[in-house]
């Protein structure tokens, strides 16, 4: 269209104009050499046509330029089978039109080997069966012919290619190709390509080795070229030829000759139906052993090489001299006379040769063969053309006939010798003579060959013979005639597409006339093959009704433009052009009616490219915008084509955070979930996962987006494969790869081979299973496109391997905050404040566009003071104390004193990437704060709180994060705390990792202290085996010590004393083994070991500090005996001479270091001297006098047995650092100097013994005013040496976690220390009795009770004519009454069902009559009542997403479907004409949505496929009312009866998969847990049944206690993530249960 406007003919189109890219984007090349050759055809036409007259055919002089492809591929075969086209030529010639390249290993030329070389001229070879038959034979091929079938047919849908049933994957390998020229291929190339060891002898040596040895077919070098056979290679010889055969050359000529012979021609056409016929494919392949891989393997993807099938007919044969010369019978007079009258004929009627009975002889120069006539050769010219004569009349359907040259060879078996000839006809008048036949004479021999060769010519090469027609002057060529022409090879290039498969032999050159005719043909035989919507189509630009012979009759004589003239004026319409076709007022092509919407975006797309952040976010956006026209009617086709730009916008660094933000909820609405999962998934997770996202990240991190992920993905899915991912962003922006593996999943020590303990009571070990890694999932490419097939009927695995099934159209809907926090009283999206006005949450379009419309480094921290709590929570949630200055940035902060001098642009430029990185993390911390109380507190402690315990060990890996950071003020005094805080990097990098954790403990209290974390730490610091240390131990430990002084200061001070052995025994001296080891050594040298000194040193003073000094004394002695031993270890290592090595191998130096008190004990001196640099004077200053402060000097002297030297190396230090004003050392440490008064009480002063009831201030011991210790310039270690801010409040050392509604305790914490344990991953569902919730508020008996997808709330439907939405957040201790959170009062009858429609997140409920209502207002959307009120709705079920339909089932036994978007029905099918069926009393739908499923009162099962409206199956299924009915996947349907069974269906298969039989009561209600069956039944029974093999779990059923559940059972759910039973009373209470 764009062409025509602009006055541009587009050409004589093909598919070769058309270029597709994979996302099916198309491109048109305009050929223009109509433009260029216009004029001199103008000029030429005449002469051309004048010259050409004489020595051309007249279709020839008719078609002008036009391609001869068919017609030489027909001379071809007529020359080969005349014996006019050598083998060789012939075998060459469909090697090259099969796509065969010469040097190509994967795809050369192959000719057939003929002799096996073993005698002299060789022993023929079998050309009947392939050479791969014949060297494996046939059990080995039928044996992989069975093997692959079988495992095809085990492997379903998902098989792989190399496992579709096949004989052979090729004709020619290309290891066979570099065997057969190694003579001549440098040695690296068969080295990489045959074997990786050069092994010259391994070659066959021989040609009769090498024809035995090989299963492929020859190359024509063996027949052509004599150097093959000579060797490059000095240690491989040449190849050896046979004796018979003097040289290479003899031996080429020789082999060529045994390719002409007869014996090898009579039987070449059946190695061409092996090799390029018809034996490729079909029956006739299996029969011959010969289904070849790449024909059947159904492969997408385009190749270079493989097999093409050019003919689909028998091969005819080749013609051959007679063997003999047999004895012919007489000819009589009447044969001879018409012998005579048709020679005479041919003589004095040349023409007849072009033209006969108006047929055209082909003439083909390209075989033609010299004639002499001469009187002598009268009667066999005669006879030639009688023999001629029915070859042209039996294709008057044909496009061409044979050749004069080739009709006078036609039958060469009838030819007669002349000689014999004479004699017979001088014999003719004798009437007595005897007719003698030799046995093997067969008179239809030429007349079967003739068939089989009129077959083939017409079956397979589609030969069609043309009428005689005038030339005519061609007028004036206008701009017109090019359009019309260009609207003609548009539609025989669209007949193209759809007979592809039958016009591979059109060569791409071909005429548009040769190729119109093809396809018209086509049409008119195979009509049936062209799509409904194609055919009016094609029918109007081929005018296809028209006969051809008028359609061609006014065609130009020396012109193909255009073929034919249109009518002006055809059923009202004009001749057709683009604008007539796009039209959507003319339906000559029936687009769908978002054809427009999804080109313009396509348009916008391509049209614009992103090239930084800014216009990827602009492109994003007006894509946005145009989406909504676009899914307002979706189809499969139509999301299958756009699905791949989306995944592309998704997976473009430019435009990834933006279209994940944008695009996804849209998208994900309109695939559903299983195959949101399956397509978007992985640009999902590249966006998370790639770090140069960074501006603008945030968008991923608010709880509005992760809010949708978790609805539109589903909730397991989101927490299996994303929730990692999102998590990582907490450990920084650049996190390593390394890091995300780890936090995958794998254990935090290497070395260790257990899981990590993170749920038992704290001191118990205990080992858990591996969970599995988010990197198993396979995630598929699919940004180059993808595929959604549609299946007459398929299994459920189907539906997410191959396809997306859209059965309706999808409406644009206003679109709902997705964030369930709007249920909660939480704000969601509009907590992320990111314009001048808030965004509301119903007010989607706005919220979006003030996202686009604002810059994203705004600080999101402003709005957390809008943050509501839940209101059942009566205490606020309070901000974590942050002790650390978090305007430094997390990981690019490292001890260099040159940053101040950097320069005034870099210091902007970091000042904007730690802007950038704040708002990034401040989003993510409260995403995740906002999640943890989303979840409830056992899927928190499984998903969010394990997963952080993993992060923490990230934070710590590699040298850079052991290094101290800067203070804020370097010349500050000495601070008057004794608790002096020294950062790492590492603590700045978990400071949001410990916020968070420290988060989930205020939410759900103490016990996540103590019974998940200090079990984790425990682990993390347990020695491992070998005594080694790798890296990420090594960072463990810092890990451990970090998050061990958060949790001291939030214990109580009864748990404290209670696990303070504990922390003793299990923390502490584990820690101190590793720290004062002389024979462990640290991965990341002393620097490591100093920091994790410091950390452990102010861990023991934080303790201390807690305790209080006499229970110090009481409980650290150990610890602190071993936290000083290395100081004299080292003084007594340096006494006795032993000195540090760095040893060059991987083995420990290990010398025995003989100690005072007598003991022997092994010291690595290469680790010594990592100690030396680590235990010297500085640390001793930095770690004996706060301690000795804190547990007093007394104390410290009786528990210490080096105090001594510990003072003197301190003194040491002090000297060091303040000579001027240092006193001469006092030998009692009692005596303080001035320098060193102790800025700390000591343990002398009674009354302050640390936090249990003490006089300090707060939690600090007061320090008097009056001293003030001077600090000189601090070495390397001091110099980063950080405390804590002199503003920060006195809870630092204690703070009391505030009394959360949400605190474990009674039953929900011993609910919560059981499922702690279990993995996540747990198949099996446990049912323990445990009493967690009672929701209270419906009068009457609860019917239905379904939780909804994210498991937060549920509702629930009763007799009371109400529905009521509940919370399922945790709440006290298990006994406590919970009040609904809506009611919808609307019904006027019992509600006795309630859903939710997935896609659109509306609720459903009936009570004879179906409403659609609003969760978060509860007001009604739409209501639907039957038209008869004699027959009431009695059953109801929701279409899963995508689709938003409502399934009813009446009292007259019909189903209707429901769209709430749409007024009336959409569909309605009669389900049973039997009145005997009973009620409809139940319906379950499928999983895919396929299909829906109808239980009756009467037992009876109908199941019927949602897209076709058929019954696919009707069956007796119980003896009883059917009670209950669920769908699973795997085409299961499971059903419940009164009859006491419950029965496991394959929709299909008529026999049960399994029966169960409730031996007291039936079965009444019952859900699904992966692959078990949760039941209940009327007597308070809970059963758990397998669904699919009952072998892997025996059933068992629990009585329910009237302690525990009140009433009688009578509805029943599972929330499968959470592991929790929804069970529903009589008496109108609810109890979930555990």
């Known amino acids: 269209k764009a062409c025509h406007q602009e006055g541009l003919a587009c050409g004589a189109l093909s598919l070769h104009s058309v270029v597709i890219d994979e996302k099916l984007c198309s491109q048109l090349r305009l050929n223009l050499s109509d433009y260029e050759k216009l004029e001199v055809d103008k000029t030429k036409t005449r002469k051309k046509h004048h010259e050409g007259s004489s020595n051309l055919p007249e279709k020839m002089r008719l078609e002008g330029s036009s391609s001869v492809s ?45 002799v096996d070389f073993t005698t002299k001229n060789g022993k023929w070879r079998n050309l009947k069966k392939s050479k791969f038959r014949l060297n494996k034979g046939d059990k080995q091929l039928e044996f992989t012919y069975e093997m692959t079938k079988q495992a095809f047919v085990a492997g379903g849908t998902s098989a792989e290619q190399l496992h579709v049933p096949h004989h052979i994957s090729d004709v020619l390998s290309d290891i066979t190709y570099y065997v057969y020229k190694a003579r001549r291929t440098p040695k690296a190339v068969l080295c990489c390509h045959v074997r990786s060891q050069w092994e010259p002898n391994e070659y066959p040596s021989s040609m009769e080795r090498m024809q035995a040895w090989t299963p492929d077919e020859c190359i024509p070098e063996f027949y052509a070229d004599p150097t093959i056979f000579r060797s490059i290679h000095p240690d491989m010889p040449d190849l050896d030829i046979p004796s018979w055969c003097s040289s290479y050359e003899e031996f080429i000529d020789v082999h060529r000759q045994l390719l002409e012979s007869r014996e090898v021609s009579q039987d070449l056409h059946h190695w061409i139906d092996l090799t390029f016929g018809y034996k490729l494919a079909g029956k006739d392949a299996v029969k011959e052993k010969n289904v070849c891989l790449h024909l059947v393997d159904n492969h997408t993807n385009l190749t270079s090489y493989g097999v093409v099938q050019l003919f689909d007919q028998p091969h005819p044969k080749r013609l051959l001299e007679p063997a003999y010369i047999p004895s012919e019978p007489p000819i009589t007079k009447t044969v001879v006379k018409t012998t005579r009258e048709m020679a005479v004929w041919e003589d004095t009627e040349q023409q007849v040769a072009e033209g006969i009975n108006g047929l055209v002889l082909e003439a083909t120069g390209s075989w033609s063969v010299d004639k002499t006539s001469t009187e002598d050769d009268e009667l066999e010219q005669g006879m030639e053309a009688l023999d001629s004569i029915p070859s042209v009349g039996r294709v008057v359907d044909q496009p061409s006939v044979l050749s004069s040259s ?136 081929l005018q296809l009704h028209t006969p051809e012979n008028l359609l061609l009759k006014n065609v130009k004589a020396n012109c193909s433009i255009p073929l034919f003239q249109y009518k002006q004026i055809s059923k009202g319409l004009p001749p057709p052009c683009p604008s007539q076709l796009l039209s959507p007022f003319c339906s000559i092509i029936p687009f769908p009616p978002y054809f427009i919407s999804l080109h313009k975006f396509i348009l916008t797309y391509q049209s614009k490219t992103a090239e930084d952040e800014s216009q990827g976010r602009d492109l994003v956006f007006q894509l946005w915008q145009q989406l909504e026209g676009i899914l307002n009617k979706i189809t499969p086709e139509g999301l299958e084509i756009l699905l791949p730009f989306i995944l592309s916008l998704m997976s473009e660094e430019n435009t990834a955070v933006y279209a994940a933000w944008y695009l996804f909820e849209p998208i994900a609405k309109a695939l559903g979930p299983k195959n949101a999962n399956k397509y978007l998934l992985k640009p999902l997770i ?234 990034l993390l401040d989003t993510a911390c409260k995403m995740v704060r906002w999640l943890s109380a989303k979840l409830g507190p056992t899927v928190t402690s499984r998903t969010i709180a394990r997963n952080l315990l993993r992060l923490l060990t990230s934070c710590y890996v590699g040298p850079h994060k052991h290094q101290f950071v800067l203070s804020g003020n370097k010349n500050c005094p000495f601070d008057k705390n004794v608790y002096q805080k020294r950062l790492v990097v590492g603590d700045q990098v978990s400071k949001a990792v410990l916020d968070c954790l420290m988060h989930v403990a205020h939410l759900y209290g103490e016990p996540v202290l103590t019974y998940q974390y200090l079990p984790y730490i425990s682990y993390l610091v347990s020695p491992s085996s070998g005594g080694r240390l790798n890296s990420r131990k090594e960072a463990a430990l810092l890990a451990a010590v970090s998050v061990m002084q958060r949790i001291i200061v939030y214990l109580s001070d009864t748990t404290l004393m209670d696990i303070l052995p504990k922390i003793n025994q299990e923390v502490l001296l584990p820690i101190l083994g590793f720290l004062t080891s002389p024979t462990t050594s640290f991965p990341s040298g002393s620097q490591a070991r100093i920091a994790l000194c ?67 004990l092994p010291v690595d001196l290469s680790v010594l001297g990592e100690l030396e640099k680590v235990y010297n004077p500085e640390m001793a200053h930095t770690t004996y006098i706060p301690l000795s402060f804190v547990i007093g000097n007394g104390a410290m002297q009786r528990i210490v047995p080096n105090h001594e030297l510990l003072w003197k190396m301190t003194t040491e230090h002090q000297e060091s650092i303040t000579p001027s004003t240092s006193e001469p050392y006092n030998h009692d440490p009692a005596l303080f100097s001035p320098s060193l008064s102790p800025p700390y009480p000591t343990h002398e002063a009674d009354n302050q013994c640390g936090t249990f009831g003490s006089v300090l201030v707060g939690n600090r011991i007061q320090v008097p005013d009056n001293i003030q210790p001077e600090r000189g310039s601090l070495t390397a270690l001091n110099a980063g040496a950080d405390i804590f801010p002199a503003g920060y409040n006195d809870n630092t050392l204690k703070q009391d976690l505030p009394r959360s509604a949400h605190m474990l305790c009674g039953n929900w914490l011993a609910y919560w220390q059981y499922e702690i344990g279990v993995s996540q991953h747990e198949a099996h569902f446990h049912f323990h009795q445990i009493k967690l919730q009672s929701f209270v508020g419906h009068s009457g008996s609860i019917k239905s009770v379904v939780p909804l997808n994210g498991e937060d709330f549920f509702l629930s439907g009763s007799k009371d004519k109400t529905v009521r939405l509940w919370p399922l957040y945790n709440y006290g201790d298990g006994m406590r009454e919970i009040e609904a959170r809506l009611t919808y009062a609307e019904h006027r009858k019992t509600v006795f069902y309630v859903g939710q429609l997935e896609a659109v997140q509306h609720m459903v409920s009936c009570d004879g009559a179906v409403h659609v209502w609003d969760q978060f207002t509860g007001k009604t959307i ?10 009431p709705i009695t059953a109801v079920a929701t279409m899963p997403s995508p689709y938003h339909s409502v399934t009813c089932g009446s009292a007259d036994s019909v189903l209707r479907f429901i769209d709430h978007r749409k007024p009336g029905l959409q569909h309605e099918f009669k389900l049973a004409s039997n009145m005997n069926a009973g009620l409809i009393r139940y319906l379950a739908v499928s999983p895919s949505g396929r299909s829906v499923v109808a239980g ?84 308070n029974k809970i059963g758990i049944y397998s669904l699919l093999d009952p072998l892997t779990r025996p059933n068992s059923t629990t009585k329910l206690s009237s302690e525990n559940f009140r009433g009688t059972l009578t509805s029943l759910a599972v929330l499968p993530t959470k592991r929790l039973l929804l069970l529903g009373a009589e008496n109108g209470i609810i109890r979930l249960l555990a």
């Not at 549609?790 to 391997?801: N, P």
Request: hydrophobic share 35%; glycine share 6%.
């Open 686 to 919: 590249g966006a998370y996962e790639n770090p140069s996202y960074l501006h603008g990240r945030f968008y991923l991190y608010t709880d509005c987006f992760v809010a949708q992920l978790i609805v539109r993905l589903g909730l397991q899915a989101f927490l299996t494969h994303l929730l990692t991912h999102v998590l990582q962003i907490l450990v920084g922006v650049e996190s390593s790869k390394e890091e995300s593996k780890s936090f995958g999943g794998a254990t935090e020590d290497e070395e260790s081979g257990g899981g990590t303990p993170v749920s038992c009571s704290f001191g118990e070990e205990r080992k858990n299973d591996d969970e599995r890694s988010p990197s198993g999932l396979e995630l598929l490419d699919y940004t180059s496109g993808v595929s959604f097939h549609d299946h007459v009927y398929g299994t459920e695995s189907e539906d997410f391997q191959n396809g997306l099934y859209v059965s309706e159209s999808l409406e644009s809907q206003e679109q709902e905050a997705l964030s369930i926090g709007r249920l909660s009283n939480k704000s969601s999206s509009s907590e992320v404040s990111l314009g001048e006005d808030k965004p509301t949450d119903g007010d989607s379009l706005k919220e979006k566009s003030s996202l686009k419309s604002v810059d994203s480094s705004q600080d999101l921290k402003q709005s957390e003071e809008s943050e509501e709590e839940e209101g059942d929570a009566t205490v606020e949630h309070k901000e974590l104390v942050l002790p650390v200055n978090t305007d430094i940035s997390m990981d690019t902060v490292l001890a260099n004193e040159n940053l101040e001098q950097e320069e005034e642009e870099h210091e902007l430029n970091d000042q904007s990437e730690e802007k950038e990185q704040k708002i």
């Open 406 to 541: 080739q009709a006078e060879s036609r039958i060469l078996a009838s030819r007669f010798n002349r000689r014999n000839k004479a004699s017979i006809l001088d014999q003719a008048d004798g009437d007595e003579r005897k007719l003698v036949l030799p046995e093997a004479y067969n008179p239809l021999q030429a007349l079967e060959e003739l068939e089989t060769l009129d077959h083939f010519l017409v079956k397979s090469l589609n030969s069609e013979i043309q009428s005689v027609k005038q030339a005519q002057e061609v007028p004036e060529v206008s701009l017109l005639d090019f359009f019309q022409r260009d609207m003609q090879a548009l539609g025989v290039m669209i007949a193209e597409i759809v007979f592809a498969p039958r016009v591979r032999t059109l060569r791409p050159t071909a005429s548009l006339l040769d190729r119109f005719l093809t396809v018209r043909k086509l049409c008119r035989y195979h009509a049936k093959e062209i799509p409904a919507p194609l055919q009016y189509l094609l029918e109007k630009l």
């Open 1496 to 1579: 009756y009162s009467s037992g009876f099962i109908v199941l019927l496929d949602t897209r076709t409206g058929l019954i696919l199956r009707g069956w007796p299924a119980h003896e009883g009312d059917i009670l209950h009915m669920k769908a699973a996947e795997g085409n299961i349907v499971v059903s419940s009866s009164s009859d006491h069974s419950l029965t496991i269906w394959k929709e299909l298969e008529q026999k049960p998969v399994h029966q169960y039989k409730s031996i007291s009561d039936p079965i009444h209600a019952f859900d699904l847990y992966g692959n078990e069956i949760v039941t209940g039944t009327v007597a």
């Open 1094 to 1160: 410091v950390k452990s040193c102010n861990f023991i003073v934080l303790i201390c500090l807690r305790i209080g000094t006499e229970m110090a004394q009481q409980h650290l002695n150990e610890t602190l005996q071993m936290f000083f031993s290395t100081f004299s270890l080292l003084q007594q290592a340096r006494d006795q001479g032993l000195k540090s090595e760095v040893s060059s191998c991987t083995e420990p130096l290990l010398v025995e270091l003989h100690c005072l008190d007598g003991t022997v």
């Open 70 to 114: 068919q017609e030489e591929l027909r001379g071809l075969v007529l020359g080969w089978v005349h014996r006019q086209v050598s083998n060789f030529d012939y075998l060459m010639k469909l090697n090259h039109l099969a796509g065969r390249r010469d040097g190509d290993p994967n795809y050369h030329p192959v000719l057939p080997w003929v």
């Open 1422 to 1431: 739409s209501t639907y009542e039957p038209a008869d009120s004699k027959t």
